[in-house]
């Protein structure tokens, strides 16, 4: 048998992403993923005021800053007792789905197809046209993703006054009301924007796209040929020619925290895509409790402590030792004491995308279904993020925030659907200012290393089994990985294995 350790390292992910890959016979027997930065954003937001994190937490990522920010301030609301004003919601909601269109779309496109643009492919009967659509810098669906995705964050921009890294969201609300000029010019944007996904992306209209709702209506329909020429649908034909529709799987279990809060009710945890966890044993969906929710360190360059803490009762204390089988900055999070993997299929399976749901039972959750969701999702945020400025428009005069009455000692979490899955923050408030902050991000969740009972994170088990051709060129490699969306610079962020690979396809 021929054994082959492999570091890689990949580009185009948010953040510094390496992969400790053992190949026997050129198949991946082993991996662990690893975290190389530590950043320690916990430990910056010890003993600040607790407003500091609305300005702080959106420095996380540059990606979805939104995100951060709006999981910041629904932890203090929780901890304080305040209720945004229904217009309020619908503000951070909006803001929130245009980040999330921008990074589907730039995700899919940009980061995702470069990969089948590899001189491996170039014998394949649909190279020339992946290439002509996604070539970096050349394609053309590449290049109008780059400017189409620049205009969809104005929308953040028209409430926010920046993006990335705004602070718009407060306990209680949001810093601007609606008016007119801001929905008028929403609406322009989206405009332009879905015009363009429907005919380049998906061929089809939103209405027509979204009511596909069987596996094998879907499979018609790839053939059809308004679809088979569309970006979807030509990526769609390579990726599964390629066989990765039945591929990196992974963790079987699934975790939502249900995308975007309902501005109708002013119970915190309903959701307008139900929340849940899917469990991949039974098929069946349980409802979310975030008290299950806790974080391993066995693994980890952290301070160790036994089993896992639940966040409210985690600590983030670095304590870097090289050498041993402690091997990121990364720590382990679990569901109960169950592996879990977050992100667009988890959000659209668990909240009833029948597509989705019946794609998943037939094929079961691969890197294409990954993807696929994902660009299925750009569908819903369109449609939701129109619903958001119907209702704005409907409710000029409504209040767009009331102050919390009591910004007292206490704890609180704030749970949300960011683009790459489940993003969670939790929050202790002692004498005034923070005793404890937590955060567990998606990729914490999916890029987890093993827990204290040595169960390897979703990635690492994704890529067992995966057939490595050339390991000088780890192609397989990046398309698993990349189809999960990575973002690094989220967990707080080397192993030497003597032999590095540098992926950048």
């Not at 185009?12 to 050129?26: F, I, P, S």
């Not at 990074?103 to 899919?108: E, F, I, S, V």
């Not at 926010?160 to 609406?187: E, F, K, N």
């Not at 294409?368 to 005069?397: P, S």
Request: negative net charge.
């Amino acid at each position: 048998m021929a054994r082959v350790e492999l570091n890689v390292s990949l580009n185009r992910v948010e953040g510094d992403l390496e992969l400790a890959v053992t190949l026997d016979d050129g198949v991946v027997a082993e991996a662990r993923t690893i975290g190389t930065m530590y950043r320690g954003f916990e430990q910056i937001l010890i003993g600040r005021a607790p407003r500091d994190a609305l300005v702080i937490t959106p420095r996380v990522c540059g990606i979805c800053g939104t995100a951060h920010l709006y999981s910041s301030a629904l932890a203090l609301e929780r901890a304080w007792g305040a209720v945004p004003p229904p217009n309020a919601t619908r503000i951070r909601n909006l803001c929130l789905m245009a980040e999330g269109i921008q990074n589907d779309l730039r995700q899919t496109f940009l980061f995702f197809t470069p990969d089948f643009c590899n001189p491996r492919y170039a014998a394949e009967p649909w190279f020339d046209e992946i290439m002509a659509a996604f070539e970096p810098f050349r394609g053309t669906i590449y290049l109008e993703t780059l400017a189409v995705t620049r205009k969809v964050v104005q929308i953040v921009a028209h409430f926010g006054g920046q993006w990335p890294h705004s602070s718009y969201m407060a306990p209680g609300g949001v810093t601007l009301p609606a008016d007119l000029r801001r929905i008028s010019a929403c609406r322009a944007v989206l405009d332009d924007a879905q015009r363009w996904y429907e005919q380049r992306i998906v061929g089809a209209p939103l209405e027509r796209w979204l009511a596909l709702d069987k596996a094998e209506d879907y499979f018609a329909w790839l053939d059809a040929p308004a679809h088979a020429a569309s970006a979807l649908g030509m990526l769609s034909r390579c990726v599964r020619a390629l066989g990765l529709h039945r591929s990196a799987a992974g963790a079987k279990h699934m975790l939502s925290y249900g995308a975007w809060r309902d501005p109708s009710t002013t119970d915190a945890d309903a959701t307008l895509l139900a929340s849940g966890f899917y469990d991949g044993e039974t098929g069946t969906i349980a409802p979310l409790d975030q008290t299950q929710i806790n974080e391993h360190v066995r693994h980890s360059w952290f301070r160790h402590y036994e089993g896992g803490r639940h966040p409210w009762n985690g600590e983030t204390i670095p304590n870097y030792e090289p050498g041993g089988d402690r091997y990121t900055w990364s720590k382990a999070p679990r569901y109960g004491e169950k592996v879990v993997q977050t992100g667009p299929l988890a959000e659209l399976l668990i909240g009833g995308d029948p597509l989705i749901a019946s794609l998943n039972a037939l094929e079961g959750g691969g890197a294409w279904l990954r993807q696929f969701a994902r660009a299925r999702r750009i569908a819903h945020e369109f449609l939701h993020a129109r619903r958001m400025l119907d209702q704005l428009a409907a409710d000029l005069a409504g209040e767009h925030f009331i102050p919390p009455a009591n910004e007292s000692d206490g704890d609180g979490y704030g749970l949300i659907m960011a683009a790459r899955g489940a993003l969670g923050h939790w929050i202790k408030i002692k004498d005034g200012v923070i005793e404890k902050y937590q955060i567990v991000t998606p990729t914490a969740w999916n890029a987890s290393p093993r827990d204290s009972a040595g169960q390897p994170g979703h990635w690492e088990q994704s890529l067992v089994g995966v057939e490595v051709r050339d390991p000088d060129d780890p192609v397989e490699i990046g398309h698993i990985i990349r189809s999960h969306d990575p973002c690094l610079v989220c967990t707080v962020h080397m192993l030497d294995t003597g032999r590095k690979v540098h992926f950048n396809a």
